[in-house]
Every structure is written in C-alpha cells, then in structure tokens.
T-cell receptor, first 106, second 114 residues
C-alpha cells in the first residue's frame, strides 16, 4: 500500500542552489509528517517535521511545506551543500516513501 | 548512550536456517519498531512495542517471523526457515513515547539468504 509516494528516485543540484524534494500521500487522516535523511551504511536520521495544523516549518536551511488540499509536501534545502548528498525519506502515518537520492555537486 | 545499536550488522545464511537479530534501543525509550528495507524502497513497517507489549504487527510479518521485547529494553527479531525473499536490511528504531515522536534508527542488520 503506497500511501506515501516519492516519485523522483533521484535529484542532482549544484552547490549553493535550492533542492526541492517532493512527497505525496493518499490518506487524508495523516496529520503529521517527517523527513529523514540517510547516509550509506547508516540508519535514517530525523531531519524535520510538520503538523497538519501548519503549512510551513523551517529549521535553518531546511523548510518543509505542506499542502493539505493537494496531499503534497515538499522539502526545500537552500543553499544546498555537498554534505547534503544522501537519500531523503518522507514519512507519514508510520509509512515511508521510497526515498529520493539527492546529489549536490560542488 | 550513543544511540540505537543492532547486532549483527551483517548476516549471511543458507535458505531454511533460522536467524535472530538483536536491537538495543536508546535507554528510556518506550517504543521500539522493526522495519524491513529492500533496495530502492523505504523502510516497511513490521511491528512495534510499547515497553514489553507488542501492539501492532504488519501483514508483512508472516508466521515465520517473531519479535520479542521481554523486559521492555532490548528486542529480538527471529526469522525461521529463511527464504531468499527475506534478504533485506532490517532496521530497528526507538522513540521516547511514540505517537508523533521522531524515531531514532539503528544502523540496520543486512541479511543475505543464499
């Protein structure tokens, strides 16, 4: 059951530019969403979250936007840094998307 | 406490053998989760514990799989009569109280069934 979808398996951006990672969900009962980052040979680590009572949450270079009517959220990273290169997972309702591999080129 | 630990990190076994994995969560975290991750996919929920009680099991958790958390601290995941389709990364995570808390993941145990 693909209740959380990340349709872009990969994304490549230049250092200093904005990275936008997208996530769609199907269950309107989901009311809290999280983004995790995963480096090779490590488990996912929590990055940022958003509650459905908000449409934006910001933490430093990372901002998550939530569009409840579209059942869509996005993670913006600006400016992108090479150390941001990792796989990013969107999660909601205990379910994870398939992940997007972000590569930030120096 | 340095985080969630899992043992072993890698396990190679022959089809039909039993394997057991261990997870040590962050101390004082009440919730403990098991996930399975295959190549190109996100973590898939298997089961979770609130203290020693196993509160939910996914339909992915066939009767060959069993998980325990006997004293509400560490947990074990056993797979009996392994099949090649069981080859995956098995991730453990813990959280302070559950609900909307973020989860803290271990490094995972990579299982290869030959």
């Amino acid at each position: 059951d693909q209740q959380v979808k990340q349709n872009s398996p990969s994304l490549s951006v230049q250092e200093g530019r904005i990275s936008i990672l997208n996530c769609d969900y199907t269950n309107s009962m989901f009311d809290y969403f999280l983004w995790y980052k995963k480096y090779p040979a490590e488990g996912p680590t929590f990055l940022i979250s958003i509650s459905s009572i908000k449409d934006k949450n910001e933490d430093g270079r990372f901002t998550v936007f939530l569009n409840k009517s579209a059942k869509h959220l996005s993670l913006h990273i600006v400016p992108s840094q090479p150390g941001d290169s990792a796989v990013y997972f969107c999660a909601g309702g205990g379910r994870f998307g398939a992940g997007t591999r972000l590569t930030v080129k120096p | 406490d340095t985080g969630v630990s899992q043992d072993p990190r890698h396990k190679i076994t022959k089809r039909g053998q039993n394997v057991t994995f261990r997870c040590d969560p962050i101390s004082e975290h009440n919730r403990l989760y098991w996930y399975r991750q295959t190549l190109g996919q996100g973590p898939e929920f298997l089961t979770y514990f609130q203290n020693e009680a196993q509160l939910e099991k996914s339909r992915l958790l066939s009767d060959r799989f069993s998980a325990e958390r006997p004293k509400g601290s560490f947990s074990t995941l056993e797979i009996q009569r392994t099949e090649q389709g069981d080859s995956a990364m098995y991730l453990c995570a813990s959280s302070p109280t559950g609900g909307e808390d973020e989860q803290y993941f271990g490094p995972g145990t990579r299982l290869t069934v030959t």
